[in-house]
């Protein structure tokens, strides 16, 4: 019998080629090729190459989704320290990767957003999955008076986190942490009380 080929072990090759790459460099012979797999058995899993992109996004956004949520839980420091720590968390991230990749969820958002409603409707739900997460730190920060109240939780999670993002472009052009260490200093310091 011949070796059965499992769908998340596709999804992760499949991460890792298009958030390196972008959904428009990739096809799905260069998929098949990395994840060692025949076609046929790649359209037992995916009906195409966007059905494909928008379950790749999907096992991102939830493999992060359990991952934040480990982050917060653990976290022995303040609301607003557990937050800049996690910021800091991904520049070095960024770093390690040389400033090359950044998000997928960021790159398939400005890459596919206009063009596939599929894959921008699933880029979304999954941003605003983790937006929910960082929302109620702010929250427990803005309740222990360390983070401003003039705007809602969820409001400052939108901002913290779409600021964030909009580093990449500079980080990657530019090849430097400067612009996100900047844009860290910046918002920690408009949103404390």
């Known amino acids: 019998m011949g070796y059965k ?5 596709i999804l992760e090759v499949g991460y890792q080629v298009i958030r390196k790459n972008g959904y428009h460099h990739v096809g799905i012979n260069q ?13 037992n899993f995916f009906e ?7 379950q790749v996004i999907q096992y991102y956004g939830e493999g992060n989704r359990s991952w934040l949520k480990g982050i917060f839980q653990e976290s022995t420091e303040t609301p607003i320290n557990t937050l800049k720590s996690f910021y800091k968390l991904l520049i070095g991230y960024n770093e390690e990767d040389n400033f090359c990749s950044g ?11 206009r063009l596939y409603d599929s894959l921008a409707k699933e880029t979304k739900e999954q941003f605003d999955h983790w937006l929910d997460l960082i929302a109620e730190i702010v929250k427990k920060g ?3 008076k360390e983070i401003t109240n ?3 939780a969820k409001e400052i999670a939108n901002y913290l986190h779409s600021g964030f993002y909009g580093t990449f472009f500079k980080m990657k052009v530019e090849r430097s942490r400067k ?3 900047t844009w860290l200093k910046m918002t920690f310091e408009f949103i404390r009380v």
Do not use: V, W
């Not at 998929?31 to 359209?43: N, Q």
């Not at 195409?48 to 928008?54: N, P």
């Not at 998000?103 to 957003?113: A, D, P, R, S």
């Open 5 to 9: 080929h499992n769908k998340e072990d």
């Open 142 to 144: 803005q309740e222990a």
């Open 103 to 113: 998000c997928l969820i960021n790159n398939m958002g400005n890459e596919t957003g």
């Open 179 to 181: 612009d996100m260490d």
């Open 31 to 43: 998929i098949l090729k990395e994840a060692g797999i025949p076609k046929g058995s790649f359209y």
């Open 48 to 54: 195409s190459k966007e059905d494909f992109a928008k």
């Open 150 to 152: 003039r705007f809602g």
